[in-house]
């Protein structure tokens, strides 16, 4: 998928949310787990010696992660964990992540301590979470994430400018973590589409009849895609279905979902337009 990005979108500066840019770490979430990890050895560190679970963990890493000599470890306090924080704070983007599974891997790893590390990285909008208690993996796929990108790059032009906004924006809220506010611009910018291809529509229906006539979507297939995104409803359509309900219900899975699957049907309605 890196060959497909353009300078901007490699180099951090597109409009891609944060979720979707793997190989990152922000500062914020660095200061976030390292607050986790110091909190919870300090609080088995009597007199700032290293005691209780941490101390055998500690002293594993010193050897296996770290590969120093076994005899060199101390576990005074800020000797001991010395290793730990510059890897946390300084490390290069994998090496914290890598940090975290290593310890919830670990035999009797504190109760609540996966969770608390999910938390920060929820927060933070990290492009990985943690599954199954002590793996992690990527939120947005390749698939999710090349989908975005393909659509900018279709709606670059003039005609197609409105939907183009309407990705930005679906990414920005995303990334600031407004999970409804980027499911409602990740519609609006099939709906942007749907207005050209069917000038006067104001939902996907008339585009998709529209492109059927035409003979440049199967009817089953166009059919398919009505019930599928419901926008000819304006009672039970997606929007309806994912907002009206409370927008505490919508959460960062369905706005990922959402903006890649959107950001795929505009490309696929502006390929069909081409043509």
């Known amino acids: 998928m890196a060959d497909k990005l353009t300078f901007e979108q490699r180099e951090g500066a597109s409009p891609l949310p944060s979720q979707m840019r793997p190989k990152a770490i922000s500062s914020e979430l660095r200061a976030r787990i390292w607050a986790i990890f110091y909190d919870h050895i300090k609080g088995s560190s009597p007199h700032n010696f290293v005691r209780g679970w941490w101390q055998p963990q500690l002293r594993a890493m010193h050897v296996e992660r770290f590969h120093r000599p076994l005899d060199e470890f101390n576990d005074y306090m800020p000797s001991a964990i010395l290793d730990l924080r510059r890897t946390v704070l300084q490390g290069a983007w994998h090496e914290p992540y890598g940090m975290i599974e290593w310890i919830l891997r670990r035999a009797n790893a504190p109760g609540g301590l996966d969770g608390q590390f999910e938390a920060a990285l929820r927060q933070c909008r990290s492009a990985y979470a943690i599954v199954g208690g002590d793996t992690i993996t990527r939120i947005a796929t390749d698939e999710e994430t090349g989908a975005v990108v393909s659509a900018l790059a279709d709606t670059e032009s003039d005609r197609f400018r409105g939907a183009h906004a309407h990705l930005k924006a679906a990414a920005q809220a995303l990334g600031a973590g407004d999970s409804p506010a980027s499911i409602r611009e990740s519609i609006s910018a099939v709906e942007s589409v749907a207005k050209i291809i069917a000038p006067g ?64 049907f505009v490309s696929y309605l502006i390929a069909r337009c081409n043509k």
Not at 232 to 252: F, M, P, W, Y
Request: charge should be negative; proline fraction near 2%.
């Open 201 to 264: 529509s104001q939902d996907l229906g008339p585009t998709l009849t529209a492109l059927q006539k035409h003979h440049q979507i199967h009817g089953a297939l166009g059919e398919g895609f009505k019930k599928l995104y419901g926008f000819t409803s304006n009672e039970q359509g997606i929007r309806h279905a994912l907002l009206d309900k409370g927008e505490s219900e919508v959460d960062e899975t369905d706005a990922i979902y959402m903006l890649g699957a959107c950001a795929s």
